[in-house]
């Protein structure tokens, strides 16, 4: 576990210098939502829409930001040093740790902003909410972790990322949706039970295989 | 003294169709060192890579055993320190911060003495608290010394180990040789026939093909 802490550390500290990822991140999130309350204007979008728009900003936000854990080892040349001091299940985790602490934080912000900016976006079911927005949280980073090794290895880092991760976040995100419209609408935590264990058994699973692969897709 | 040996046996690595070698065969005990000689594009880094567990073989077999008893591949890092050209550490942390936070990844006890120890072994005691990315070449390969050697490893492989240094530089990379001659396995691969009083062999990888 410790070995896991310090790599998420490593990474944690190295961002807080470099600003890799966070600065382009804030940027995109800014843009995004900015670019949504200009286009709904004075209109009264449905509750509906921005349920799932809050989902659209979050998926490309991920997209923007969480393939930098291992793409920016990769551009700079420092996979190998990783590779030598450290368990690629540790290496995998720690990564993991810092995507989950990344997206916790943008997606706070992207909340904040989005409950701010637009008025219409009223959460009836807050617990819900807040319940979808964690096991999303561990579902988007968990994904993005693995999908990010696989990439670092590509040409086409760029373009490859999201043609990669469209279909393997899309189940997530539509629950998400499900979910958050749910919540909004104010439905009962117990008649979102079947959305939940799908969202859970997505995280378990995603996890589980990225675990299992990692090893393979770091060696070569 | 630690019992450790590597047995390497019908070793082949192709990359896509292209073969880069076959059939090689060796091993070595504890206070054995070998040279890694071939042209350019040979496969030595690739060689070095293998046998340091970072990169997979295509057909052939590599065994750690240490004290009679198999190392896990998956451990295998815990073994081994690399010095290379293209091991790049991280040009954001100071000297220290990246040995520190390589002993700390390592789940190593971090005693000051030892890293200042280490730093000051390798001439860069003074620029501890530098950032990497203020290094020069020469100073940057003196990194990786202490980072292959922090963790004491019982394998030490080196990959082109005078390049980039100055005279000081070199004399340290002869004796810490010598030094883990004594009693580790050290793989040299190498060009520089100076480099060859390095090793007690010579594997040619150009009789490999």
């Known amino acids: 576990m410790k070995k896991i802490f310090y790599i998420f550390l490593k990474d944690f500290s190295s961002e807080l210098r470099t600003r890799y990822a966070l600065n382009a991140l804030v940027m995109f999130i800014i843009v995004a939502v900015s670019i949504i309350l200009f286009s709904i204007g004075s209109e009264k979008a449905p509750e509906n829409i921005f349920a799932g728009m809050f989902w659209v900003v979050v998926f490309f936000s991920a997209m923007s930001g969480l393939s930098r854990t291992f793409v920016s080892e990769e551009e700079r040349g420092t996979t190998l040093i990783l590779s030598l001091i450290a368990h690629p299940t540790s290496i995998l985790l720690g990564k993991f740790l810092f995507n989950l602490v990344l997206i916790f934080f943008i997606n706070t912000v992207i909340a904040v902003l989005y409950y701010t900016v637009f008025s219409d976006f009223v959460i009836r079911n807050f617990e819900m909410f807040v319940y979808a927005f964690i096991l999303g949280n561990i579902g988007i980073a968990g994904s993005s972790t693995i999908i990010a090794a696989i990439i670092s290895k590509a040409n086409a880092k760029g373009t490859l990322y999201p043609v990669l991760s469209f279909p393997i976040l899309l189940p997530l995100i539509l629950m998400l949706i499900e979910i958050t419209k749910f919540s909004v609408e104010g439905i009962s935590l117990n008649e979102a039970t079947a959305e939940f264990l799908v969202l859970i058994s997505y995280d378990i699973i995603m996890i589980t295989a990225s675990i299992m692969v990692f090893e393979i897709i770091w060696r070569d | ?209």
């Open chain 2, 1 to 209: 003294m630690i019992k450790i040996s590597l047995e390497v046996q019908n070793l082949k690595k192709l990359f896509s169709r292209r073969l880069i070698f076959k059939e090689l065969d060796f091993s070595l005990n504890q206070s054995q060192s070998l040279i890694i000689a071939g042209k350019n594009g040979s496969g030595k880094s690739t060689l070095i890579k293998i046998i340091a567990g970072v990169l997979s073989h295509s057909g052939g077999n590599i065994r750690y055993i240490k004290e009679g008893k198999e190392i896990d591949k998956e451990k295998i890092f815990n073994f081994i320190g690399l010095v290379s050209p293209y091991l790049i550490l991280y040009d954001e942390f100071t000297a220290k911060e990246n040995l520190e936070l390589f002993a700390r990844i390592r789940g190593l006890k971090i005693e000051t003495d030892l890293i200042d120890n280490l730093l000051n072994e390798i001439g860069l005691y003074d620029r501890r608290n530098d950032l990497l990315r203020t290094f020069s070449s020469g100073m940057k390969q003196r990194m990786k010394y202490a980072s292959s050697i922090l963790h004491n490893p019982l394998v030490l492989l080196i990959d082109e180990p005078t390049s980039n240094l100055d005279l000081l530089g070199k004399e340290f990379v002869q004796n810490l040789i010598q030094r883990y001659r004594k009693e580790k396995i050290v793989i040299v691969a190498t060009n520089d026939r100076e480099d060859y009083s390095f090793g007690d062999s010579v594997i040619n990888l150009d009789d490999y093909k």
